[in-house]
């Protein structure tokens, strides 16, 4: 069973920075990762899939890179409506296992 | 306009089983490039994938619960159903149902209903 370790677990970044949140995969799976974001009470939404592509109508601020074990998604600048809890969704291998990461918290 | 809705019990008592509707417009069940996913966050918790069903009747399963859970469709009424049996409070969550979309190679939940909370007790 393929386990996402999200790190850090929370945190605290002003408006206007950048963030970089991490997301580790017990075994390989090539670019079979996407990233949600989900704010308090709300259902997550969807911004990254092939570990790179940025979803529909998601801004350029939010850019996923890496392969294999690895993962980041970045968030540039900040913006007030970006602070929310971030997970990682792996989808390795026929039928997939959509297993996520534990999240990591945005916070101001 | 693609819409997931989930409906069911919002109390159940330990040891009963739990029935879940995800009931979708905007798409179809039949469409060889969709699936649809159903996912659990207990309160104050993380996301939790429980199962996931594509037209073709192929189904994957959380290996915890795999024992415990159900997942059928009816393509006629749009509607995909979850079943747990042998509920306990650490079932008390609230309960997602979400689109899949297929985009070789990548198998995403592109678009998710709103959750419907279920309590154990």
């Known amino acids: 069973e393929i386990v996402l370790t999200q790190s850090p677990a929370t945190l605290s970044v002003s408006p206007g920075e950048r963030a970089s949140l991490s997301c580790r995969a017990s075994?390989?799976?090539?670019?079979?990762l996407a990233w949600y974001q989900q704010k308090p009470g709300r259902a997550p939404r969807l911004l990254i899939y092939?570990?790179?592509i940025r979803a529909t109508g998601i801004p350029g601020r939010f850019t996923g890179s890496g392969s294999g074990t690895e993962f980041t998604l970045t968030i540039n600048s900040l913006q007030s409506e970006d602070f929310a809890v971030y997970y990682c969704?792996?989808?390795?291998?026929?039928?997939?296992?959509?297993?996520f990461g534990q999240g990591t918290k945005v916070e101001f | 306009q693609v819409t997931l809705k989930e409906s069911g019990p919002v109390l159940v008592k330990p040891t009963e089983t739990l029935t879940l509707t995800c009931t979708v417009s905007?798409?179809?069940?039949?469409?060889?490039?969709?699936?649809v996913s159903w996912i659990r966050q207990p309160p104050g918790k993380a996301l939790e994938w429980l199962a996931n069903?594509?037209?073709?009747?192929?189904?994957s399963f959380s290996t915890p619960l795999k024992t415990r859970l159900t997942i059928s469709e009816d393509i006629s009424k749009n509607q995909v159903v979850l079943t747990m049996t042998n509920v306990d409070p650490s079932d008390t969550a609230t309960y997602f149902c979400?689109?899949?979309?297929?985009?070789?190679?990548?198998?995403?939940?592109?678009?998710w209903g709103q959750g419907t909370h279920v309590t154990v007790s």
């Open positions: 979400a689109r899949i979309q297929q985009v070789w190679p990548d198998v995403f939940l592109d678009y």
């Open positions: 905007g798409f179809s069940l039949a469409n060889p490039k969709m699936g």
């Open positions: 069903i594509f037209p073709n009747d192929e189904k």
């Open positions: 969704q792996q989808y390795n291998n026929w039928p997939p296992r959509h297993t």
């Open positions: 092939g570990a790179s």
């Open positions: 075994q390989t799976i090539t670019n079979n």
